[in-house]
Every structure is written in structure tokens, then in C-alpha cells.
């Protein structure tokens, strides 16, 4: 007789139920577990969604205003070399005196005994022509008065032959009427009318004398003013005062070539660095764009530094003036404050490479400026490449 089985058919399908509803409570209990602890994780990652992020960027510092690249004439050879790295200069303090400057000091000596002697020469021809001008002056008194003196005893000639004119015009008007009346004869009346024809002859004489002694006088003083105008004229331009206004000429260019002979700082800055030594030759350019090959030497106002930082342009938008930056390095010990104090208007490529060897190097940026507030830790540190971190604006 064989074996009887453990459970029956029905058996087995009550035991499998059971099993399939304890998994199924079991579950719905996990599930339900599992939503009640991803509710505050979702809450979390939507909050830290909502909040804003730092910028980080990587940036270069440089002094206020950039680094200056000071520079003089191409294959000059530098004489003297007035300043050392890490000087502070004044703005158009001497930084190099070059090998043509003894050669343009001497020029300039040369014609400013030129101009002396060009004004010595001049002081003398404009002695000369006032002397002359006086002399003319004394010859034309000499000549004026005679004829003044002519000319007033002829005046008075006119008026004594105006007087007895006026004098025989009376008496023949009396002898005309006494003839009428019978009283004179016909000769003493021809007699007076006689006389009135002569006086009035001696009158209109004497009226054209006068008329010839003026208009004598008038052409002789004319002559005499022309010819002191004349001196005059030629004192103005005489060669003498073109010579002046040569030499005087010749002595601003002078100087305006021992200027170029020298070179100086053309704002206040630090020396950063000394391109040129004494002897050597100022280089032609290398190629272009590289302007520090003719540079004799680098300064900036390391007074105030800055960092140029390389912000992604996807994230410009989120950069505004007055922004909080921190700025850290290696090199130095901390981190920086800094503000952003000026955004950049033009989109370029990145300068400033990383050390990840992956890392974009063609990248899209815009270079934003950060005003440091502690300058002194940095100002020998112009280039550095520091790691930027832009705090968001609140609000």
C-alpha cells in the first residue's frame, strides 16, 4: 500500500494563498515606508534647487589699470638705467637715459648759444632801426620848420593883403559915389579903381603862395613818414629776426629730441620687472601683439590689485556689480575679499588654464574685474592664477 500524501489538493491551494496575501501586506508596507522617507528628500532637493550657487571661476591678478608695458625707440642701446625691480615710481620720473642722450644734450646746448646769439644780433638791428627812425624823425623837423615858418609869414602876408584889399574896395565905392555926385573928377575915380585892381592882385598872390607853401609842406612830411615807415617795415622783417625765430625753433627741437632720448614712467606705479640692462639694445618686436619684446620695463599701480576673473558666459547672468568674491591660492596663506567692480562687455576665450589635464581650453568667457581690499598680500603677485568664488546676490 503506498504512501499517503502530506496535504491534499485543496490543502496546498489554501497555503499558497496565504503566502501570496502575506507578501502582498508585506509590500504595500515597504512601499508605504519608502514614500514617507523620500518626501523630505525631495522636499531638500527641491529647496537646494530654489537656492542660488556660487560662481566659481579661475582668474589672474594684475594691478590697477593693468601692466604697463614701457617702451622706447626700436635698437636704441639703454646708457644709464635709473630704476630697479620693485621701485616705486612717480608719474614722469626718469627710467632710462639711452645712448643718443649726451649726443641730444649737446645739440641742445649748441642752440641755445645759437638763440643767444641770434637775440644779441636781433637787439642790435632793432637799435640800429630805432636810431634811424629818430634820425628821419629829425630830419623831417629840420625840413617842416623853415617851411612852418614860411608858411605862418605868409599867413600873415594874406591877412595885411586881405585888409588893404578891403581897404581899396571902400574907397572906390566912396569915390564912385562922389563922381555920381559931382564932387571928384573922372581921373581921381580911374586912380582908385586902380588901386582896388592892385590890392586885389597882391590878395589872390598872396592866397596862392600860401596854397604852394602847404601843399610843399604836406608832400615833404609825407615823404618824411613814408620813409620812417619804411625803416620801420624793414626792422620787422629784417633777416636778423628771421634768424631769431630760426634759432629759437632749432632750440625747441633740441630739447623736444633729448625728451625722446629719455625714458620716463608714464604713470606711478612699481617696477614689476626690468626688460632692458644697461648696454643692451632695445628688440624690435618678435611678433605680433607681443608688445613686452620692446619693453624696456613692465610697471602697474600695485597700490590696488585686482583679479581678472574668466567668468562662463552661461553664467553671466548671475554677475552684478558690488558682488562678494573670495579669491585663494596656494600661494598665499587664507583667502581674499574682493567686489566685483566691472563686468566685461566682449566675449572671448579663456587665459587662464587649470591644472585638469581634461579640462575645456577653448571655452567661452567674459572677464570680470574684482577690486581686492587687501592689496599688500598680493601686490608682488601680478599673474597669479587664484581660484575665484562669487558669492550670489542675495534677494
Known amino acids: 500500500m503506498g504512501d499517503k500524501p502530506f496535504l491534499n489538493p485543496s ?35 527641491q529647496n537646494a534647487a530654489v537656492k542660488p550657487r556660487k560662481i566659481n571661476a579661475l582668474g589672474r591678478i594684475e594691478p590697477a589699470g593693468q601692466v604697463v608695458q614701457v617702451s622706447g625707440p626700436t635698437g636704441e642701446r639703454i646708457l644709464r638705467l635709473l630704476v630697479k625691480e620693485g621701485q616705486q615710481l612717480e608719474k614722469g620720473q626718469p627710467i632710462a637715459f639711452l645712448e ?33 627812425q629818430q634820425e628821419a624823425r629829425t630830419r623831417r623837423n629840420q625840413a617842416e620848420n623853415p617851411k612852418i615858418r614860411e608858411i605862418v609869414a605868409q599867413e600873415a602876408m594874406v591877412r595885411q593883403s586881405k585888409v588893404e584889399y578891403e581897404q581899396a574896395q571902400t574907397n572906390l565905392k566912396r569915390y564912385q559915389y562922389l563922381q555920381e555926385a559931382g564932387a571928384v573928377a573922372q581921373q581921381d575915380l580911374e586912380d582908385k579903381e586902380l588901386e582896388f585892381r592892385s590890392k586885389q592882385q597882391q590878395l589872390n598872390n598872396a592866397i ?53 632720448a629719455m625714458i620716463r614712467a608714464p604713470q606711478a606705479g612699481q617696477v614689476l620687472k626690468v626688460l632692458v640692462r644697461e648696454g643692451e639694445a632695445i628688440p624690435a618686436v618678435a611678433s605680433q601683439g ?66 585638469d589635464p581634461a579640462a575645456n581650453t577653448d571655452t567661452r568667457v567674459i572677464e570680470v574685474k574684482i577690486r581686492l581690499q587687501n592689496s599688500i598680500a598680493v601686490s608682488g603677485l601680478t599673474n597669479l592664477q587664484v581660484d575665484v568664488a562669487i558669492e550670489p546676490q542675495e534677494g
Open 208 to 260: 596862392a603862395t600860401l596854397a604852394q607853401l602847404q601843399e610843399e609842406l604836406q608832400t615833404d612830411s609825407n615823404n618824411a613818414k613814408a620813409q620812417i615807415n619804411s625803416t620801420t617795415a624793414g626792422s620787422v622783417r629784417s633777416q636778423v629776426q628771421i634768424d631769431l625765430a630760426s634759432a629759437n625753433s632749432n632750440l625747441e627741437l633740441a630739447k623736444a629730441r633729448l625728451a625722446r
Open 11 to 45: 490543502g496546498k491551494w489554501m497555503i499558497a494563498g496565504a503566502t501570496v496575501l502575506a507578501l502582498g501586506i508585506t509590500a504595500v508596507g515597504v512601499h508605504l515606508a519608502i514614500q514617507k522617507l523620500s518626501k523630505p528628500a525631495a522636499l531638500s532637493t
Open 100 to 132: 643718443s642722450y649726451p649726443e641730444r644734450q649737446a645739440e641742445v646746448k649748441l642752440a641755445a648759444s645759437q638763440l643767444l646769439e641770434a637775440r644779441n644780433r636781433f637787439i642790435a638791428e632793432r637799435d640800429l632801426g630805432q636810431a634811424q
Open 290 to 355: 607681443s608688445n613686452s619684446q620692446q619693453a624696456v620695463v613692465e610697471m602697474g599701480n600695485t597700490r590696488q590689485m585686482y583679479v581678472v576673473a574668466e567668468i562662463y558666459e552661461t553664467d553671466i547672468n548671475q554677475i552684478q556689480i558690488g558682488q562678494l568674491a573670495k579669491i585663494s591660492s596656494p600661494a598665499f596663506k587664507g583667502e581674499i575679499s574682493g567686489t566685483v567692480d566691472r563686468i566685461g562687455l566682449k566675449i572671448g576665450k579663456n587665459d587662464v588654464v587649470g591644472t
